[in-house]
């Protein structure tokens, strides 16, 4: 019997459309909620199926890697600023759930029932600033629950106090903030037509102009440019909310309340937004659109670049990169590190992750509780990146190992480092 092993490695696809990217997925029936990426990349999802699940890219989706499930809490909206610092907010009981690690440690930030019940919106800014929303205790009054923090999520401190309306009304889609000093909130329940902005990190807000029955989905490039969308037409502002502008969607002969939009981060001529079954890209400033995509279930899409983005709908993401090798700047990792086996305990398979910042000579080598070897998982020059291998809980023969307790070391040129697992049968 052959020893079998799968190393992943930190390689970029070139696709010049949209494909579908399952491997390591392991929840083929699910309801999408949110999608954030930090480059060609690292990206991460959640998805709720019979429980809610968090997953992890750092090889631009070829390979996903579980590394967070919840019941019966549901990963409402998801922030990723780079490749280990990850936060997301659940809902029912609301929770601010974060890992520094690249998701192999969890720490709960925030959890306070007297506060909020469902959090419904998330966004770090950087690894110190960052904005969550929540639903008042009592659903229909206000005012809603606004957290800020400025040191990573140690503290989330309240700093809504404004009389308006006690719930956003479709998770993270009618909330969005620029920075951590401005924003727009398109409130639901007491007056669910109106539109609030802040300029001074919550201290205030003020009532916008806003067109009947609009903002299903709210997106704001700067302080001043944005769009809304509805069931029928869309509405564009060049002057921070006090104007706007109205168009038919043009899936209109669909209706839904839309689902998402994206700015080009660096042009806001370029823009994307989402019913449940089309996503659509304008390079005018929504003026006019062009399908670039058909999926039933649409939920969350996010946009690196022109030519680089996710989407997450029901059952099912997608990738897109039309970019060549040569164009990418690969991000590397910035030390040598060995993450815990995922999932551990086990039985039989687990994956265990590593990074190398610089091309090295690897060996990384499983032992029992009496130090003999078990396995040479991996003995070769590796190149600079995010790497992963499988162990099938066999040894160098191919035959099953009993359960137990393993240790597997990694060596790396002058680094070392022993971490351990357990084995189920």
């Known amino acids: 019997m052959v020893n079998k092993i799968l190393i992943i490695t930190s390689i970029s696809f070139l696709f010049s459309q949209w494909n579908q990217q399952t491997n390591g997925v392991l929840h083929q029936n699910f309801t999408g909620y949110s999608i954030d990426a930090v480059n060609e990349n690292v990206a991460t999802f959640s998805v ?3 429980s809610s699940h968090l997953y992890l890219t750092y090889t631009g989706g070829s390979q996903w890697n579980l ?6 809490e549901r990963i409402v909206d998801v922030s990723i600023i780079d490749s280990s610092k990850i936060w997301f907010c659940t809902g029912w009981p609301a929770a601010i759930i974060h890992s520094q690690d690249g998701g192999d440690t969890w720490t709960v930030q925030f959890s306070d029932s007297t506060i909020t019940l469902f959090f419904n919106y998330i966004e770090m ?11 008042a205790v009592e659903s229909d009054e206000g005012p ?29 889609r009618r909330i969005d903030f620029i920075d951590t000093n401005t924003g ?40 001043n440019i944005g769009l809304a969308v509805n069931s029928s037409t869309y509405n564009r502002t060049f002057d921070g909310g006090m104007t706007w502008h109205e168009s038919d969607r043009p899936d209109a002969n669909d209706p839904d309340w839309g689902m998402d939009v994206e700015f080009h981060s660096s042009d806001p001529s370029k ?15 929504g003026l006019t659109w062009n399908v670039e995509f058909s999926y039933s279930g649409i939920r969350d899409i996010i946009f690196i670049n022109e030519n680089t983005g996710w989407i997450l709908a029901d059952n099912g993401v997608f990738y897109k990169n039309v970019m060549s090798n040569t164009d990418q700047d690969l991000i590397l990792p910035s030390k040598f590190t060995l993450h815990p086996p995922y999932p551990n305990p086990f039985n039989p398979v687990t994956t265990i992750r590593y990074d190398l910042p610089e091309d090295a000579l690897v060996n990384i080598t499983i032992y029992d509780m009496m130090g003999r070897v078990v396995s040479n998982l991996v003995s070769s020059k590796q190149n600079a990146g995010y790497k992963s291998i499988q162990w099938n809980a066999t040894n160098n023969i191919g035959q099953p190992v009993s359960a ?12 070392r480092q022993t971490k351990k697992m357990v084995l189920l049968k």
């Open 125 to 135: 800014f950087d690894e110190n600033n960052g904005i969550a929303m929540g639903d």
């Open 67 to 72: 590394k967070y499930s919840i019941y019966p």
């Open 144 to 172: 809603a629950v606004i957290l800020r923090t400025t040191n990573g999520g140690t503290n989330w401190v309240s700093v809504n106090d404004s009389a308006f309306g006690g719930y956003s009304g479709d998770l993270w």
């Open 271 to 285: 823009v994307w937004f989402s019913g449940s079954n089309q996503v659509f890209f304008s390079n005018d400033s």
């Open 184 to 223: 727009y909130f398109r409130e639901s329940g007491v007056s669910p037509n109106l539109l609030f902005k802040t300029t001074d990190g919550c201290s205030t807000w003020t009532s916008l102009s806003f067109p009947q029955n609009s903002g299903h989905v709210l997106k704001f490039y700067d302080e």
């Open 48 to 50: 709720d199926s019979d």
């Open 404 to 415: 137990g307790l393993y240790l597997y070391t990694i060596e790396a040129g002058d680094f």
